[in-house]
Structures are given as C-alpha cells and as structure tokens.
C-alpha cells in the first residue's frame, strides 16, 4: 500500500507563495485601495486629481517616448552583441563580464556618472572645447534644451539596461541548435538568412521575456531622469515619488502607480500576443 503525499508539493511551495503575497499581494491590494478611495471610501477623486496633474500629460508622453525609443535600441543592440559573443571563442566570459559591468551600477549611480559627463562642467564640455568645437560651455540637461536632455537621458538608460537584454539574448542563442546553421550553409544560405529564418524565430521565446522585461523597467524608469532632468524632465514614476514625497498625498501617488502597472500589463499582454511561442516547434 503506498502513502498519498500529494500534499508534498503543495508544503514546498507554501514558503514562497507566503513571501510573494506578504510582499506583493498585500502591497499591491493596498496601493490600488489608496488609489480608488477618499477618507475610507470607494472614489475616484485620486484618479481625478492625477488626470487634472499640471505634469501629467507630459510625465505619460516622456514615459511613452522614452520607452520607444529605448526599447528598440537596446533589442537590437543586444542582438548584434548576442552575435557577436556567440562567434568568440577565446576569452567570452571576459567579454561578456566587462559588456555586463552596468548591471552592477544602481540606477542612480548610473545617473550621476552620465551628469558628470553631461553638465555644464562634465567631460563632455570639456572634451568639446579642448578639440575647438564650442567657444563655452554649453547646457545640455535644462528645460531650454529639451531634445538634448531627452537624448542625454535616452543615452544613459541604453547604457545601463542594454546589458540585461543582452543577457537573455545570449541565453537564447545558446539554446539554437548548431545542426541548424550547418545544414543552412550547407544549403548555401547566407548570414542574413540564417540570421532572419534560422537564428530569430528559435530565440522568439527569450526575444520576448527580453522584450517584456525591459518594457515594463523603461516604463518604471526614474532616478536615471532624476539625476540627470529632475522636474525638467517628468516621467509617471516621478510624478508619483513628488505626489508622495513632496506633497504627501499618498492616494495620488497610488493612481500614479496603478496607473504604471496597468501600462506595463497591457504593454505584456501586447509581446504575448505579437510575439507568440509554439513549445512544440522550440528546439
């Protein structure tokens, strides 16, 4: 006779399923009560008083901008570095080592590294007037400069979360089989094809959790822009740390984040769909 344990798995997983709804869960029901209630009551005036925010149509269109132009900067640059790995032999793990020091640096860190070379008396400045391209220095990070500092800023997140797409990316192209590439040369295909017929849709599953990942971080983007724009420069992270931190109005600091969150999960459900995974046809 033998024992029913199907209890088992269900014990082992109880520590994490504890952890995930004491610290998100519980949080997260009450961010979205915060959001939708005034003085203990069901409401919308949070929601009211954020769509009324004099910096919220701006902090929605740079949050939007920013992440389109990020996003596919960092996909492709990944790529070409994913490419370029998969092709060394000698010496990989140092390459990727050094491609992946970023992930290393807090955001913020990442933020006054780029002020440093950015502001009025960064090395940026200085490089440009040692070479006689500027007669003084030039601001590149204030609200009259407004393309400059959404470039500075677009600069500094490639830099800082290129790495971890690139990560994902190098998981994925180990996992093509070789038997593939081979027999596609064989066939006298070239590097174009292979790359597009062979290479691209066998890492459509890390292509996509790469895709999810860094979306969901572009649209949670904030102390990168706070270190470089500051209030020149509003994104909805921002807005809901002023709203809390600044104005210490926690209800609309909460739409702000249901707001953030309901973005990202669209913006997920949109990758599931545009980019779907066959498990059968995975090698």
Known sequence: MTNNRTWIPYLLILPSVAFLALLFVVPLVQTIWLAFSDNGLPSLANMRTMAGDLNFLPSVRNTFLLTIAVVPVQVVIA??????????????????????IPLGISDLAA???WLSILQNTGYLNSLLFSLGLIERQTSWLTYQTPIALFIGIAVAEIWRGTAIVMVIIVAGLNQVPKEFKEAAEIFGAGPWTRF???????????LQSALILRTVLAFEVFAVVYALGGRNFPVLVGEAYTWQNQNQNYGVAGAYAVLIMVISLAATVVYLKAIKVDPERLP
């Not at 790529?79 to 992946?100: D, H, N, Q, S």
């Not at 597009?196 to 890390?206: D, E, H, K, N, Q």
């Open 111 to 113: 933020g006054m590294v």
């Open 79 to 100: 790529l070409v570095m994913g490419t370029l790995v998969a092709k060394v032999g000698a010496g990989r793990e140092t390459i990727l080592w050094i491609w992946t």
């Open 196 to 206: 597009f017929r062979i290479t691209l849709p066998l890492i459509r599953p890390a």
